[in-house]
Each structure stands twice: as C-alpha cells, then as structure tokens.
C-alpha cells in the first residue's frame, strides 16, 4: 500500500544522504517546510490577497503573514482530518468541534481569507500573456527554485506526468482513464528514485505557453526542459514509452545525460530489422532476448516476458543478466526467467514519480473550490510537505512517518499566528476561568514559538516538578501556552534554544 512504501524508505534514504548534498539548516520539520515554502513566498501572497481585497471593496481584511501561517496550518490539519464540509470543524456538536481548528481562527475569518487569497497583481498582467497558469505562476516558480536548491540531483530520475484532480470546467483538463483520479490537469514531473519532486511544469495544451516543437516532438521537448539542469553530471533518467524515441536519447547523450525507456516498436528507426522477429522468440519461450547497438552507443533490448517489450538505452544494455520470478498460468507455478540488466534498472529507479503520487494521496488537501488555481496551490502545498519530509528523513533526523510530520508542521505554522482564543457571541462580564491541565513536555514547535509564554497559577493541591532542567523544586504555576509546570524564574531558560 502507499503507508507501507512512504514509510519503508530505508534503502534509498540512506542511499540519498550518502551521495547527495543537502542544503537545509535546521532540525525540526517546520525548518524543512519553511525552507521550501520560505517566508518571501508567503510574504507576496499576503501582499497580493490584500490587494486583490481592496480591488474588490473589501479594504478591512488586512491579513498578515503569522495570520496566514494560522491558515496554512489549517488546511494541513484538514488533509489528515478530513470532514464532509468544512464548517463542521467549527460546529458546536460535540463529537465534530475540533479546537485545534476552531479556537485558531474564527470561521468567518477562514472562509474570507480563502475567498480573497491571490498570487499575483490582476491588474498588472498583460492580456497577451499565453501562459495559462499565469494565475499561479510566482508560486510555481518559487517553488521549483526552492525544490532544486534544497538537495543535490540523485544519479537516478525519472520522468512521469502527475494528475491534480479537478472536474470544473477548464479548458485545459485532461482525461487520463489509467489514472486513479482520471479527470484534472496533468503536470510533468521528474523525481529521484527517493520520490523527491525536483522540477515540474504544468501542461498547458497542444500549444499553450510554449515555443516552438522541436524535431523531437512535443514529449521529447518536455524531457529536455525537465532535465535542464542537470547537464554533464552523469545523471541517469528513465521515462516510459510516451517520451522515448532514439532521437530524445541522442540528444540527451550530447548533454551528459543517459537515458532509458521502454519505447515503442514504431519509433525503433529500424532497430527492429536487425532484432529477432516476435514469432521466433515466442517459440523459444519466455526470457528470449535480443539486442542491438547503433553507431551513436544506443542499445535496444527487445525482451519476452507476458508479452513483447523494448527497452532502448544509452547507458545500459543486456549484461548483467538477472533471473527474475514470473507465475506461468499454463504450469501453475512461478517460473525463473532471464532478465536483461535494463529492465532491472528500469523497475528499480522508474517509480518516483508514483511514489510521490503515493505519498500526496495518502492525506490530500481535496477541498471543492471554483477556481482551479487554488486547487493547484493546495496540491503543491501538499507536494512541499511531502518533500520536506523525505528531507527530514533523509538528514537522519529520528523516523517519524509522514502523517506525525504534517501534525507537527500544522501545529508548528498555527500556533506561529496569534494566540488569541476566540469564542462565540457576546463577551461575557465575567469570564469563567479556564482548567489548564498541565502536561509532562511540550512539543518544540510550541516550546519555541514566541506567544503567550507567562505563568499561571492552576487550581491544584500538589505541586508539579519544574520542567526546566536547570530546576529541581517544585510549583503550583504552568506556562499559559506550554502547559508545563514551570517555576516563574525559570521561564527564560526553558524557551530559549
């Protein structure tokens, strides 16, 4: 299943943060999200919701950037919490009110954020503008920076189309019927092997946003720009039979980049001629193999196993064989069958991109909304949390799987806002006094956090032991925001790092 792949990443983790280099400082998850999502990219989607409030009449919503932090760790909390309608986390019920969500932020006020949340200046863009996700395209583009900046490129990429799922009307949807979530648009990936998204670019149509198509079709001209920065650095990339043609690997060879792919039987520019015929290798039975070498080092592997498939390589060919286990229906039994080192490495390294599909299904941001734009920033917001927690994994930071990373982020972001409780109605003359209970530690996220760290004194027989390390007494007063037990003279050293 999805949780058992995200969580059993072991091999390959380790096998990332050996070789490659990475580029974050920091050692609680929140540093690794703020380190792809940073603070200049929600400073300009503050600036923007504003402005695009004020076009609008509305010049009170006057959002800041610790209050949209609040609402960015809602929207996460409501990926793993899921309920049928939004508002249900602000019920009265008892059962569906979660205070987590509810004591954040007011509803009214999520739901006017959310109705006024803006990337760019509308009335700045040219109406010439052919881009169709010009509408998100600062976000995108920070992103994809932050992305490449975070972590050295792995030997081992792949590139794959990923499905944002959306049935409004858009010109651009697309209907993929193999795809879990066939309806949406469609976003071209290339991943490492550890399922880390390196650099993405959305399909805008047969012709939209780009240049020109080149003499390698309009699949090859994708793989090229994905593959633009990792130029003469002996990467090795793997793709499927949509993007593989012997030109594309030609002219990634001329790049310093090997490629491989399953590839069509049409596109084998007459490889085909010089291979065995299907007939003869299904006489021979499954396992049969033969192989072929063009003058520019392109080998293409023609191989029978349930059914005929080509491999074309610039990298790799037949040896070193492997033996490979298949369950023959004829016999009832499992059978060992030669296997070519190509599609050995094909299997090994093809599947990052699905594996980061894995990952995001597994606690999506999927809430209905009209404008597709704002259904593509959820997705990539869930994309960075993904990709901060396999950097988190990867620093050798202690295992903690990625539904407890999301909690800690959610928490760590909502708590970054005000510490203001609100409540429903009228405020009373006199408020009852609220139990605090408190708890043996508190989480670093809160801990850390600058807010409503002053003691109180709770309504206790006993004494509780000082939290502080420094401290051996014991008190009657908790940290208002910690709820720890903490003596008040000890109240600077327990918060300070």
Not at 47 to 66: D, F, P, R
Not at 124 to 152: C, G, H, M, W, Y
Not at 353 to 363: E, G, T
Request: some cysteine; overall charge positive.
């Amino acid at each position: 299943t999805a949780s058992d792949v995200c969580k059993n990443k072991k091999t390959k983790l380790s096998h990332c943060d050996q070789y490659n280099k990475m580029n974050v400082e920091g050692a609680d998850p929140i540093d690794f999200f703020m380190h792809l999502f940073t603070q200049d990219m929600i400073n300009d989607i503050v600036h923007n919701t504003n402005l695009y409030s004020v076009q609008k009449g509305k010049e009170k919503l006057a959002l800041t950037s610790e209050e949209f932090k609040t609402f960015l760790g809602i929207n996460i909390v409501m990926s793993y919490v899921r309920y049928p309608r939004s508002r249900t986390y602000w019920s009265s019920e008892t059962g569906l009110h979660l205070e987590l969500i509810a004591d954040a932020m007011p509803v009214n006020r999520f739901e006017q954020i959310l109705s006024y949340m803006h990337f760019v200046d509308n009335y700045s863009l040219d109406p010439k503008n052919a881009d169709r996700f010009v509408k998100i395209r600062p976000v995108l583009d920070a992103l994809k920076e932050t992305f490449q900046s975070a972590l050295d490129p792995e030997e081992f990429q792949s590139v794959d189309e990923m499905m944002i799922p959306y049935k409004g009307r858009l010109s651009i949807k697309q209907y993929v019927p193999k795809k879990p979530k066939p309806w949406g648009i469609k976003v071209w990936v290339r991943a490492g092997s550890s399922g880390y998204m390196y650099n993405f670019e959305p399909y805008q149509g047969p012709a939209g946003g780009r240049g020109e198509i080149s003499q390698l079709g309009m699949a090859g001209d994708v793989v090229m720009r994905l593959c633009q920065d990792i130029q003469d650095k002996n990467h090795k990339v793997f793709f499927d039979n949509f993007f593989c043609t012997i030109p594309l690997l030609q002219a990634l060879e001329h790049q310093g980049i090997y490629g491989t792919g399953t590839c069509r039987s049409n596109r084998l520019h007459g490889a085909q001629e010089k291979l065995k015929r299907e007939k003869q290798m299904k006489q021979e039975g499954r396992g049969s193999v033969s192989v072929v070498t063009n003058a520019q080092n392109i080998t293409v592997t023609r191989w029978l196993d349930s059914s005929v498939i080509h491999m074309a390589s610039s990298c790799t060919g037949l040896s070193p064989t492997d033996v490979a286990q298949r369950w023959s229906k004829k016999e009832k039994q499992m059978l060992n069958i030669q296997r070519p080192f190509s599609v050995k490495l094909y299997n090994q390294h093809m599947g990052g991109v699905d594996l980061m599909d894995q990952c995001v299904a597994m606690y999506p941001h999927r809430r209905r909304n009209k404008r597709w734009y704002i259904r593509v920033f959820f997705h990539f917001l869930d994309v960075t949390t993904v990709n901060a927690w396999l950097l988190y994994r990867m620093s050798g930071n202690e295992a903690k799987d990625l539904l407890l990373f999301k909690v800690s982020i959610a928490r760590a972001l909502i708590n970054a806002g005000s510490m203001k409780i609100h409540t429903r109605g009228r405020p009373s003359a006199t408020p009852p006094r609220a139990k605090r209970r408190a708890v043996s530690k508190a989480p670093p996220e809160i801990r850390y956090t600058p807010g409503n760290h002053w003691p109180q004194l709770k309504e206790a027989k006993n004494a509780s032991r000082c939290q502080d390390a420094a401290c051996t007494r014991r008190t009657k007063y908790i940290c208002m925001q910690c709820l720890v037990a903490l003596c008040p003279g000890y109240f600077g050293n327990y918060h300070r790092k």
